[in-house]
Nanobody
C-alpha cells in the first residue's frame, strides 16, 4: 500500500512563493512517476506538473510553466512543488499523486494524498 501526505499549503499574497511537500510511504517510491494536481472550487481537477522516477524528466501545464518547479528526493521519499510568482488564480487544493508510466490525466494515477489548500490573495 502506498500512502501520500502533502504539506506546505497556506495563505500567501500575489507574487509570493510556497513550497509544497509530499511524503510517500512504501518502499517502491522511486519506481513511480509523481504528479501534482490542483482543484479550485467548482472546477475540475487539473494537472500541474509531473516528474519521472529519477527526476531527470519533468513536464508542466502551460498555466504554471516558468513559475512552478517539481523535484523529488528518493532518499527521503518526498516530492516537492516550488511555486513562485503566485497568482490569485493559483488558489486551489493541491494534490500529489503516484502513477506508473508517464500520464498527465488524473484518472491514470493510482494513489493520492488528501490535499493541501493554497490560497493566493490579491
Amino acid at each position: 500500500q502506498v500512502q501520500l501526505v502533502e504539506s506546505g499549503g497556506g495563505l500567501v499574497q500575489a507574487g509570493g512563493s510556497l513550497r509544497l511537500s509530499c511524503v510517500v510511504s512504501g518502499r517502491t517510491f522511486s519506481s513511480y512517476v509523481m504528479g501534482w494536481f490542483r482543484q479550485a472550487p467548482g472546477k475540475e481537477r487539473e494537472f500541474a506538473a509531473r516528474i519521472n522516477w529519477s527526476g531527470s524528466n519533468t513536464y508542466y501545464a502551460d498555466s504554471v510553466k516558468g513559475r512552478f518547479a517539481i523535484s523529488r528526493d528518493n532518499a527521503k521519499n518526498t516530492v516537492y512543488l516550488q511555486m513562485n510568482s503566485l497568482k490569485p488564480e493559483d488558489t486551489a487544493v493541491y494534490y500529489c499523486a503516484a502513477a506508473r508510466g508517464w500520464p498527465s490525466d488524473y484518472s491514470m494515477y493510482d494513489y493520492w494524498g488528501q490535499g493541501t489548500q493554497v490560497t493566493v490573495s490579491s
